[in-house]
């Protein structure tokens, strides 16, 4: 099972949300730290903002922020928004498809991957022994250092 970049794009910003004890974070920042596109982060956190988990600020003291709190938000629900069309196989272009049973299989494995997210808040995933916040937290958060 793997993600596509863009969920795994969408679950680092959230985690790095959570982080910031409700504070915003600068987009190109985050890009820079994670050697990431900003474009592509842009993108992500516009996805982020339509299903919900973040809002947004312009400006010079803009960036996004968590919509509501982490341990309200499952990364099940963050996958299913981010990979809307989320599946193991294409078993519909199967020619097998009429005498198989993998597709029951694959839909099982999937709905227990789902289940084990489904019972992961963000504020759990979020949760590191490591040291400081990045300087690029904004206001609300640890440091603007």
């Known amino acids: ?6 969920t795994d794009f969408g679950l680092r910003l959230l985690i790095v949300l959570a982080r910031s004890d409700g504070g915003s974070v ?10 990431l596109s900003y474009n592509h982060i842009a993108k992500v956190a516009q996805a982020l903002a339509r299903a919900g988990f973040v809002t947004s600020q312009r400006g010079r003291s803009g960036g996004v922020s968590l919509a509501r709190p982490a341990a309200e938000i499952t990364l099940g629900e963050v996958v299913r928004a981010m990979e809307p069309s989320l599946r193991l196989a294409d078993c519909a272009s199967c020619g097998l498809r009429s005498d198989c049973l993998t597709s029951s ?4 494995a999937l709905n227990a991957f789902l289940g084990v997210l489904d019972g992961t808040t963000l504020a759990k995933a979020a949760q590191s ?16 250092a």
């Open 1 to 6: 099972m793997q993600l596509t970049q863009h």
């Open 26 to 35: 600068s987009l190109p920042g985050f890009a820079a730290d994670q050697g």
């Open 105 to 108: 299989v694959l839909a099982e």
């Open 129 to 144: 022994s490591g040291p400081a916040f990045p300087p690029w937290t904004l206001a609300g958060g640890r440091s603007e």
